[in-house]
């Protein structure tokens, strides 16, 4: 748990659906890579269900529908970066800080209210 | 100053939790659409945290018949006082 | 992503390949090097090695990513594959004018990038 940030920027995501149940996630991912092709700065903030987009091991849906895990692994090329995983959520799902898709940074609710304050825009998916 | 808007219902959903600890000590809740039904005496409760910074917009509360169940520490404003929250908060969140 | 829409067919050796109202394959299936290259012939373009190690690149960021690069991400990964001499938007600009992104992504025979515009 930490309470000093890695960084600020100048959009931060808050993505709280699970992968697959509805196209939130991927949404929100869109449009985190949007703002990043144009040179923003993005943070990812996983919350609520949102982490189950970090389970390891993903595969297509059962009708072949694209999951996101291949889009979590393109973050990188496109300089995004900042990850932060709700500590709650993943006490609650009893998922290991350690055992994510992407290295994330575990965060408690006045961490993730500094995170909202220090980005110039919020967006919530 | 942050203006969190939240449009579900207590008994619906519980990203109204995730609201709560996502906000700042001066931040402000706004309560619309469902949301609306978390500002009734026998929600707001749940609310208990942001006491003093609850607000709940009176069209959705009026709509659902709900105006006059509307918990006395809640602050009842309609759309143009929407607007003023917003104008007063550096930024607005909207939860879902 | 890929359109469905067919505007019109490209003729190549023999065989019709459809294309969608901005260039792009409908079937991605279809791709070859022969139909990059009858792509590139139609803007009276001739592709070089070096359109080749790009449409390479990009290819393979799509058979990561399951999706087609924007400029930054396919800069930066031209830059990891063939050095930061050719990671750059110049050196793009050159072999694929106006917009290399949606163009490499086209004669690779890739959906149209959909996170630049």
Redesign the interface.
Known sequence: MSSSLAANGDMLV?L?HAPHGSSWLREGL?AA??A??F?QRVSLLF??DGIMALVPGQEPGALGQ?GTA??L??LA???IESFYA?A?ALDRFDMAPDDLQLPSLPV??AT???L??SH???L?F | MILHILNRSPGTSLVYRDTLSAMGPEDRLLLIEDGVLGALTSQVRHFQSVEGRLFALREDLASRGLEGRCDETVQVVDVDGFVTLTEEADKTVSWF | MASTEIDRYLVVEGREVALDPEGYLVNLADWSAEVARAMASEEGRELTDEHWEVIAVIRDFYARYEASPAMRPLVKAVAQSLGAEKGRSLHLMKLFPDSPAKEAARLAGLPKPTNCL
């Open positions: 808050i709280r869109d890579l949007v990043a092709a040179g919350q609520g694209k291949a889009t692994d393109m090329m496109y300089d709700d709650s408690d609710g993730i209210a500094q909202i304050a110039r825009l919020v919530t």
